[in-house]
């Protein structure tokens, strides 16, 4: 059996239950109905919508890996191994490059590194670097664009 099920499982698992807590949490932020905001800019809305689409997401990939997977879901060394890389990237994305870089090209060196190691093993470099850099730079400069003009956020 391959490796994917069990570690489909386990993070459909944390997706779920990390959406709900966003849900909940976003909820329980202040409406701001008393000083007269519209509705539509209330602080909890779009991290209320995230959570919502994060645990449906986490939902859907429960249910696909309890019908791939053969035997009892457990965690191995190669699960944890993506999971660690994926979280010392998160980390350096965060400390390192928000902040001390422009936000779209800091989002756009992430995607794309994050793209070019998760696929480097099954397409070989140059096919990798040649998927991830222009995905990057797109969801870099789309993310920001998103953020500014329908969100409304000042970016760092």
């Known amino acids: ?16 239950l990390f ?12 409406r701001l109905e008393t000083l007269g905001v519209e509705p539509m800019s209330a602080p909890g809305l779009t991290p209320g919508i995230l959570g919502l689409v994060l ?3 986490g939902a859907l990939l429960f249910l696909r890996s309890l019908r791939f997977a053969g035997a009892a879901p457990r965690l191995d060394d190669g699960d944890w ?31 794309a590194v994050f793209a070019m190691l998760f696929s480097v093993g ?17 969801a870099g400069v789309s993310v920001a664009l998103l953020f500014e003009r329908v969100f409304l956020v000042r970016l760092p």
């Open 1 to 16: 059996m391959s490796e994917t099920p069990r570690a489909d499982f386990w993070f459909s698992i944390l997706l779920i």
């Open 122 to 138: 099954r397409v070989g470099m140059l096919k990798a670097a040649a998927a991830a850099l222009p995905l990057g730079l797109v």
């Open 55 to 57: 645990g449906g997401l």
């Open 19 to 30: 959406g709900a807590a966003v849900t909940f949490e976003s909820w329980r932020m202040p």
């Open 81 to 111: 191994r993506g999971l660690l890389v994926t979280l010392g990237l998160t980390l350096f994305y965060a400390i390192g490059l928000v902040g001390s870089l422009p936000f779209w090209l800091a989002t756009a060196l992430f995607v």
